[in-house]
């Protein structure tokens, strides 16, 4: 591909470099703007990115949790991920699953394998799976990949199933991409870790190295029929600031060029890892860590923005009130993890509470759990999906979906207190749609629920 000129990491430099010592009172226009949840001009996301007083740091964080609160309301989507294969061929520095580490006992997970480990999410509550490997063209076959998802969407328990495969692999070609859709994934996620190219190429090799296959993998989805993309930055490989206005710059040329933005972003800081010596050369701090998720937040107001068990507690709880609308929960980033034994992570995480903590906790803060998996199936993607998303249109279907979900798990896997608080979260939701033949379809539909239905949704 050619790397177009608003992706280019000179044109980005200038761009920040100029953008340098706004004024307050451009600082506070700007995020006075981004309160219309239209999102913002690449220029001002340079501005802000600035934001350095305390009382304007402020504001950008309310601003950033009333736009939150008025496109996704008060809920937070979870999921697990699911690591199938741990042979790499590339050589990511960071990484204790690049190729030079010998130390590694390395896996590639049966079929079997895949499957006991759907179950024991499935166990847990969990109804999404983002699956994740390592790149090697011989072992990890798009072929074995498919087979993968397809077994985890055959698994069936009396806890019911899982109902929304995503996909975090190296980037490949059109017609893997496609094999891929017809597999019926949901997202395509794949992180450019560092849109700056001269730490990109210092920092990896193999395939992975060649730093306009990584760039143009969203597009190549796109070819192949994916129209749900997720883009994500490896915070701590170069300044925060570049990064948060080159993933405003990828959007916008998917917007342009796709018609489609991001489905999401992710937003994972750099951890220590077993092996790693690699220390971050940008360490980001949590206050600017905070911050560049509610620029991200006002920059791509339609956009999820995924936060993963990277983070610690107190930090995501922080996140999820100013951006942050999905979360990876209970989450072990080891290959065949969930059922075997201590095997080396491919980095150390900061949040190990079980899923069942994690979901009591978000509702303790009154944030409705959710493993709503409706929109992709029932056809809400790409086009469609931002046609709802960006006037937040979105909204009404989100919140009932997410009480739905949350009414489903609380039957089957909450004890007393956790059904007392989630039952009166929900009814608090549903009592707060406007729209009274959808606020009586939704009591319906809990009914329904409490009497053993599963898998209703708007
Ligand atoms: N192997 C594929 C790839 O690299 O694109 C799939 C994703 S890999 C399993 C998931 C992500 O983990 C990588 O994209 C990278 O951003 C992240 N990662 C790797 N090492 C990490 C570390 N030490 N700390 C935090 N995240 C890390
Ligand atoms: Fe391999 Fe991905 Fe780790 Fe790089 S980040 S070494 S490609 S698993």
Known sequence: MTVPLSLRTGFLQDMLDRAQNPSDGELASIIEKARKKKG???????RLVHVGDPELTGRLFRAAA???????????????????????VNECCYCNFRAANSGLERRRLTLAEVEKETRYLIAQGHKRILLEAGEDPSRNTIDYIVSAIKRIYSVRTPKGNIRRVNVNIAATTPGNYRKLKEAGI???????????????ESLHTGPKADYERQLGAPGRAFEGGIDDVGLGVLFGLYDWRFEVLALAAHARNLEAVRNVG????????????PSVSYKPAHPVSDADFLKLIAILRLAMPYAGIILSTRESPEIRSRAFDIGVSQASAGSVPVTGGYCSGARQPQFDIHDARPLREVVRAAAESDLIPSFCTACYRSGRTGERFMELS???????????????????????FGDAGLRRKGRELIRRCVGGIENL????????????????RRDLYF
């Open 40 to 46: 913002l001009a690449l220029a001002d996301v340079a």
């Open 66 to 88: 009333e736009v939150k609160q008025e496109i996704y309301g008060r809920r937070l989507v979870l999921f697990a991920p699911l690591y199938v294969s741990d042979h790499c």
């Open 186 to 200: 949901g997202t395509y996620q794949l992180f450019q870790e560092t849109y700056h190219r001269p730490t990109y």
């Open 262 to 273: 991001p489905h999401t972003i992710s937003v994972p800081r750099l951890r220590e890892a």
């Open 390 to 412: 960006k006037p937040g249109h979105i909204h009404k279907f989100c919140d009932l979906n997410a009480a739905l979900t949350f009414a489903e798990y609380l039957s089957d």
């Open 437 to 452: 033949a959808l606020r009586e379809e939704a009591g319906r539909r809990l009914a329904q629920i409490a009497r053993g």
